[in-house]
């Protein structure tokens, strides 16, 4: 097998391997959505805090005091930002919730674009498939909101992880046999 060849070998092992990691992640999330949706909250909080404080020390290297303190001033909010989420995290929830719906119909519509694109190729079944239950993911977290808090954020990003790593296990294995030919 020529270095190419090897190469994409490589490419279809790792992407199989990340299918599994993602698969089990999926599982996990399921198997307990309190803790999983309360998780994807605050590492959302602390990213969000720290990006404010990183803001914030960048506003020293502006070019004037004007553009610095604006600058300042962004960081600081977002920094405050940060702390709301990891400080209330339930209220947290919900905004997210409703940002995780919009995340799966846009994701939705764009697996579907994507799967229909890729037919006949291996896997483009799994991708439509996928595409129509982030659809379906997030018309069910509009419809039962407020009530589809944290729960929901750790069991429908645990399904969408599922699928996910069905269509990655899939497509490695389209790769490496294409790797074989």
């Not at 914030?56 to 001033?73: I, N, P, Y």
Request: some cysteine.
């Amino acid at each position: 097998m020529d270095e190419l060849g090897q190469a994409v070998d490589n490419t279809g092992k790792n992407m199989k391997m990340f299918g599994i990691i993602t698969i089990i992640l999926g599982v996990l999330a399921i198997m307990a959505p309190a803790i999983a949706g309360e998780s994807v909250v605050l590492i959302v909080g602390v990213l969000v805090g720290a990006a404010g404080a990183a803001r914030m020390v960048w506003a020293f290297q502006a070019s004037g005091f004007g553009r610095g303190l604006l600058v300042f001033g962004i960081g600081l909010l977002t920094l405050l930002c940060g702390i709301a989420l990891i400080a209330h995290p339930f209220f947290a929830s919900g905004v997210l919730t409703i940002m995780l719906a919009v995340y799966f119909v846009v994701d939705g519509f764009f697996e579907i674009t994507a799967g229909l694109q890729r037919r006949p190729e291996e896997g483009w079944g799994w991708m439509l498939f996928g595409g129509i239950l982030s659809l379906f993911l997030g018309y069910f977290i509009f419809r039962q909101y407020p009530f589809s808090g944290t729960w929901a954020i750790g069991v429908l990003l645990g399904l969408k992880l599922l699928f996910v790593g069905m269509m990655m296990l899939t497509t490695g294995s389209a790769v490496r046999e294409a790797a074989a030919e």
